[in-house]
């Protein structure tokens, strides 16, 4: 890792030793050793049982410690700094008066990192020393980037919750007549692009969009808003906002993906008629909507059209329905029919359809029905994109 880069997290860490013999002879032979290493801080404790609060505040990068201590016993003092969660990964290199096979192998059973015969040539002090103390500091500084890009997720997570929640702020707020509608919005971890609303463009006409931004994040929610807010505020010049395929075209050449960071958006934007109870809709890539009937019928209303932004001069047909009474429309995005299940499959198109076309039991909400019903599929509360569908109940 760079300067720069340790920098940037914030900390360095200098190699620093920290010697544990009760014998100040031996403590003065390794100080010499490393006087003349200028990047090597040392540090001497010659009370075993004061061992660990030592520790604790030089921050050894290595242990050296003796294994005879008339204090403490050498093994035993290993296994409490391998006990002690701010000792447990310090480097350990246990010190001894001769080399014993059954005492080493005992001291690595117990933690142990390396083993030395006191006091051995500088060259493999120094030599040990570094090599240990570099494969702990990259341990160091691994473990604090995580702590970073921990932190830093927990921020972006923040932001995006804030920024679900400001979508979902401008949802519209469910009606009762003469039309009757319902909705559930459910954002993905990463937040997607999906939004929607209806509104009466007069006391005849009723007004109805959802739209799904590709991608996710941030950048793709304002996009939705952006065009959320351009259709509520009918901005766009010389469009008869009662025509879907003129907003659609309209649309088309505001949101051209090249001005807009490459991103484009599917959408199904539809004006239902209350005077002659006709329903006239356009789409760019989205989804159909999704007809039932009183006596449970479908129909798919698939209009024609490619994604919004893609293609500039694109056209869009519009696609017209007859509303028998007690039928209900149903507007929804990829999200919410696109699911894997526990088992890895992913869930049939077709089971989705007949999920909206069965009745709810009386008193119950359709939408949350519906929602209740994906989520048994899914398996868990998290999706993989946002969860999009409102209903109207004519």
Known sequence: MSNQERAVLGREYPVTVLLIDDQMIV?????????????IRFHYCSDPTKAVETAAQVCPTVI?????????????LVKVLRANPATAEIPLIVLSSKEEPRIKAEAFGLGANDYLVKLPDKL?????????????????????????????????????????????????APLREPLKTSWVYVPSMELGGDAFGYHW??????????????????????????????????????????????????????FQMERHNNMFFSIWYGIYSLEDRKLVCASGGHPPAVLVGQDSSVRQLEAQGTVVGAWPKASYDCLSADIAPGSKLYVFSDGIFEIEQPDGKFWQYEDFIKLLAAAPAPGEDGTQRILKQVRRVRGKDVFDDDISLFEVAF
């Open 27 to 39: 403590g003065e032979a390794v100080r010499r050793m490393l006087a003349g290493e200028k990047d």
């Open 64 to 76: 050296l410690q003796d294994l005879v201590m008339p204090q403490m016993d050498g093994l035993l």
């Open 124 to 172: 493999e002090v120094v030599a040990r020393i570094r090599h240990h103390s570099k494969g702990y500091i990259s341990l160091l500084e691994r473990n604090e980037a995580f702590r970073a890009l921990a932190a830093s997720q927990k921020v972006l997570a923040e932001d995006l919750a804030r920024a679900a929640d400001y979508v979902k702020s401008l949802l519209p």
């Open 201 to 254: 463009q007069d006391d005849k006409h009723f007004a109805m969009y959802l739209l799904d931004v590709c991608g996710h994040g941030v950048g793709a929610a304002l996009m939705s808003v952006s065009v959320m807010n351009i259709l509520r505020a009918h901005a766009l010049p010389g469009v008869d906002f009662n025509r879907p395929e003129q907003v659609m075209a309209a649309l088309n050449e505001a």
